[in-house]
DNA sequence: GTAGCAACAGTCCACAGTGGACTGTCGCGG
DNA sequence: CCGCGACAGTCCACTGTGGACTGTTGCTAC
């Protein structure tokens, strides 16, 4: 009676992490082990999934008729497989317009509040991050080398341009912030 | 007797919003409703909370004397102040390395389906963002004119350089993605 | 062969984060 | 003085994250 509206409500009924996992299922069907396996190395640092939300999905979707789960193998391997009913929420799901993308950087938390902060813990921080994106920067353009799929590649090309952002974000950060006058 | 760890086993105590409360308490004591209107002023895009976590992180933060509520005001307005113990546990969070940033990316997601997903959606979704992405460079770059704060100064030029980095991958993704051969 | 370890597979829980509905209060323009 | 919009806070359901825990199985070293 009241106009509460959740998830079960919208068109498709589907989340962005179910509609990726039967997204996946498209291919031959998997265990929740494998769907995070295939997620993490598909999709990389920008979208990630858990063990526990896959498990949840998949029983959720399985309720729904969504997915069907097949024999169980070996170590209570349980494969699940798309139905027509999941094909058609995923079609739906992929006519409606994906949402924008959410950032949460912890640095820019610190920097922002930088006023209030030693500067030595800022410098600090600053070249954690810095090593850390260099080095991420580096494993990406290593697996551009032999990439033949398109949409993987996309996803690559988007790490890659996005770690140079980075890189050079931090080199333009002013010295008041990165170098701070410390002599001990 | 297990060796559960939670976050209030943490030297500090403290997650990444309760700390940047904290931070903003410095200044002077503000209630939840302005934390969360200078939140989003501040850290704008790359740093997001909601009221329901400002208020209760804020309810936690006062029951362990990290900050304690002053005078209720004209409607219901509750001002909370920053406490010696809070300095301190705020002061303890600085000197911890801020984590990973994590971002989440639906359009990312939906290009790796790409593969299962019909071509014109996948170019909707591409142009959509696309505009998006150059609405939000102008209005940084509109902000960046007048901007004294080197802190707040940084964030934005973080977000001018991540705002080129995504318009510089969508003008280098595959005409096989963005423009499918479509023709009804 | 078998002991043991690492990788596999899934469960469970607590906590963090998001979004929207809901309640109520005031200030001000008409 | 009425009503509307901004202010202020509450509550809830859901999504997302991380780690502890259980059990299994294949492989390697002895």
């Keep these: 009676m ?10 498709h009924g589907l989340n962005n992490t179910a509609a990726s996992l039967l997204g996946f299922l498209h291919e031959r069907p998997m265990t929740g082990w494998d769907l995070v396996a295939a997620a993490e190395q598909l999709m990389g640092d920008f979208w990630s999934i858990t063990r526990s939300q896959v498990y949840r999905e998949l029983s959720t979707m399985a309720r729904a008729g969504l997915v069907e789960e097949g024999e169980r193998g070996k170590r209570d391997r349980r494969p699940y497989a798309i139905t027509e009913a999941g094909r058609t929420a ?11 993308e959410a950032v949460r950087f912890p640095l820019l938390l610190m920097l922002t509040l930088g006023r209030h902060i030693p500067r030595d813990h800022l410098t600090a921080a600053v070249e954690h991050h810095r090593a850390l994106h260099a080095e991420r920067l580096a494993e990406y353009e290593g697996q551009a080398e032999g990439m033949s799929d398109p949409y993987a590649a996309a996803t690559l090309s988007f790490g890659i341009h996005y770690e140079r952002a980075v890189l050079a974000w931090f080199d333009d950060l002013p010295e008041e912030i990165t170098r701070g006058a410390r002599k001990d």
Tied chains: 1, 2.
């Design 90 to 100: 995923f079609a739906d799901w992929s006519a409606a317009m994906p949402g924008e």
């Design 2 to 11: 009241n106009g509460r509206r959740t998830a079960k409500d919208a068109p």
